[in-house]
């Protein structure tokens, strides 16, 4: 796009300097041609057109999907620092409501019970908005363990 003359990375008004995704090809021209190195393309899969989770805002870590969850089975995730562990035992505890990929919408727990409707994680999210689930998580950092647990 920068031979193109289209604006694929542009300053907004925070001062802060956003990639148009839209736009962005990824072709690594502007990756060569920063002076300040503060450009790098990292070897991202392809964005899903559907079941997008959570997403924090422009430019920035999207969310795809939750684990089923059944009574009386154990879950486990895995993975590399910074990939969404976190981010879903906020949600699936209920102390972050997901924004299904609109992050500039406040979204309500009604909102998300319907994008579930007629799935398995509906009756979840039910349980869960209604008070009647209660869900506890060992805390990230062990010396939280007393405030959380007994």
């Given at each position: 796009m920068v031979r193109t003359r289209k604006e694929a990375i542009r300053l907004g008004e925070d001062n802060k300097a956003y990639v148009a995704e839209m736009i962005c090809s990824g072709c690594g021209i502007?990756?060569?041609?920063?002076?300040?190195?503060?450009?790098?393309?990292?070897n991202l899969p392809d964005e899903l057109d559907t079941d997008r989770m959570h997403r924090f805002g422009p430019n920035m870590f999207a969310l795809y999907r939750l684990p089923l969850l059944k009574k009386g089975t154990v879950v486990g995730l895995i993975g590399r620092n910074g990939i969404g562990k976190s981010t879903i035992i906020k949600m699936l505890?209920?102390?972050?409501?997901?924004?299904?990929?609109?992050?500039?919408?406040?979204?309500?727990?009604e909102m998300v019970k319907e994008s579930f409707a007629g799935q398995q994680m509906y009756d979840y999210f039910e349980a869960l908005y209604a008070g009647k689930l209660q869900v506890v998580h060992k805390p990230q950092y062990v010396d939280r363990i007393p405030k959380v647990v007994k």
């Open positions: 502007c990756v060569r041609k920063c002076p300040f190195d503060a450009l790098r393309i990292v505890s209920g102390e972050l409501i997901p924004n299904l990929g609109e992050y500039n919408s406040l979204p309500t727990k």
